[in-house]
């Protein structure tokens, strides 16, 4: 008779976060116990954006924040002993991707390019057709890398942030900084000028972040995406 009660007993799917360890339980339980606490049902909007911020943030640190050293290593002597190191982080990278930060940066860029007019849904669209074509040349290019298309997105939308920062400085700054100027010519002329410094730099931050997070050094891999990048930059330009 106890051995058919103990056979009804349903054991619960999920782990307690106040249940003690097993002593001798590998990495796998550690990360399922992690993973398990890290729930969204039993703790507050402020909490859960603020984790939200601080993953996106610590992304941003691997993919877009400057490291050109590193980068001019990658392009001028390769992958060598010393940057071994890096190739764990670089897998987690492209293995940990979300798409809340490249949506979050294409809406911002959008509204400020569009000045929240009737041109934000062609920006919006044409922001995520663009990444779709770089992840596309991504996955052609490499074929030897285990990378899935999803994450190329992911990763070219973080390289998006460089964009963003462009677009508030050239549509929404600097004209708000020469307006006190009016319309003098030499205004005008200062203004272009450093629309397109901003516009320079910016595309070069983006062009060299997306190549050194997916390891493109050859003219084939890097040239499609910079023309990708550019035609977000003009717009944000010109417009």
């Not at 003098?184 to 983006?206: D, G, P």
């Amino acid at each position: 008779m106890s051995q058919g009660r103990d056979d009804t007993i349903i054991e619960p799917d999920f782990i307690e976060a106040d249940a003690p360890m097993v002593a001798g339980a590998g990495s796998a339980d550690e990360g399922f116990q992690d993973s398990a606490s890290r729930g969204t049902l039993d703790e507050t909007v402020l909490k859960t954006l603020k984790r939200d911020v601080v993953d996106i943030n610590s992304r941003l640190k691997q993919v877009v924040y400057p490291h050109f050293p590193s980068l001019l290593r990658c392009w001028c002597g390769g992958l060598g002993a010393e940057d071994t190191g890096s190739s764990a982080a670089d897998s987690d990278i492209s293995a940990n991707c979300d798409l809340w930060a490249p949506l979050a940066f294409i809406i911002l860029y959008a509204l400020f390019v569009s000045h929240a007019q009737s041109l934000f849904s062609s920006l919006f669209v044409s922001s995520w057709f663009i990444l779709l074509v770089m992840a596309l040349h991504l996955r052609l290019t490499k074929p030897h890398q285990k990378v899935s298309l999803i994450s190329y997105i992911s990763i070219c939308g973080y390289c998006l942030f460089p964009q963003v920062l462009s677009a508030l400085l050239s549509q929404v700054l600097l004209p708000l900084a020469f307006r006190i100027g009016g319309q003098n010519r030499w205004v005008v002329r200062v203004l272009s000028l450093l629309k397109l410094v901003v516009m320079a730099l910016c595309l070069m931050w983006s062009v060299a972040a997306v190549a050194w997070v997916t390891k493109s050094k050859t003219a084939i891999e890097i040239y499609p995406l910079a023309l990708c990048l550019f035609g977000i930059a003009w717009l944000s330009t010109i417009l």
